[in-house]
């Protein structure tokens, strides 16, 4: 089946830092979202993009289909950034999401 | 809109038990899936359901059962808990090929 490697596994910023987060995949997909984990368990959406580049706020996502990855920029990184991000592909049909392991981010003042 | 709920957020239960999470959306979503969340580790998914009538199996189904009765509701069943099922359970509903949306989560604990 599909492989999603993420990285940095780990990744540590003072608050005010940028950083990148990488999402490879190893066939077609049909989509990709991007997720936030908080410390209390919350899964929230962040971004639901199948190619190009979407932005919200300090957070903006690209996403290159043809070369299978998807990068997560975070800008200015706040303490309330710190948790786990989650790529997830939509492979196949039926919205059958497959999770990546997770970037755990910690921002720190 | 609640969006997806979830209960109950804990549950104990000694192997052997059988217990049902429950799961609810009212986005009239089609499809709705479980998944669980083992620590250091990604979802997998469990079951999920394309409409009121229809489910198939995921990555991870034994030891799971599901019906869908309505479109709103997408229960879980643990037929005989064992260890191995201490997990985090999320329940995501979506309409077909949109975004996925998340419940807060079930945490299980099996002794």
């Known amino acids: 089946g599909i492989q999603v490697e993420q990285s940095p596994p780990d990744l540590i910023l003072q608050e005010g830092a940028n950083s990148t987060l990488r999402c490879n995949f190893s066939?077609?997909?049909?989509?990709l979202q991007w997720f936030h984990q908080n410390p209390w368990g919350q899964l929230i959406n962040l971004f639901y993009?199948?190619?190009g580049t979407k932005q919200n706020g300090r957070l903006s996502a690209t996403t290159v289909a043809t070369e299978r990855y998807s990068l997560l920029y975070i800008s200015s990184s706040q303490t309330t950034d710190s948790g786990v991000y989650f790529c997830?592909?939509?492979?196949?049909?039926?919205?059958?999401?497959?999770f990546g392991a997770g970037t755990r981010l910690a921002v720190h003042p | 809109n609640a969006g997806v709920t979830q209960t109950p957020k804990f549950q104990v239960l000694k192997t052997g038990q059988s217990m049902t999470l429950q799961c609810a959306q009212d986005?009239?979503?089609?499809?709705m899936s479980w998944y669980r969340q083992d620590p250091g580790m990604g979802l997998r998914l469990i079951h999920y359901?394309?409409?009121?009538?229809?489910?198939d199996q995921g990555e991870v189904p034994n030891g799971y059962n599901v019906s869908r009765s309505t479109t709103e509701d997408f229960p879980l069943r643990l037929l005989s808990a064992a260890p191995s099922q201490t997990s985090v359970y999320f329940c995501?509903?979506?309409?077909?090929?949109?975004?996925?949306?998340f419940g807060p989560g079930t945490r299980l604990l099996v002794l």
């Open positions: 995501a509903s979506s309409s077909l090929g949109g975004t996925q949306y």
């Open positions: 066939d077609s997909v049909n989509n």
């Open positions: 993009i199948p190619s």
């Open positions: 997830a592909v939509l492979s196949g049909g039926y919205n059958k999401l497959i």
């Open positions: 986005m009239n979503h089609e499809y």
């Open positions: 359901s394309v409409g009121a009538g229809i489910t």
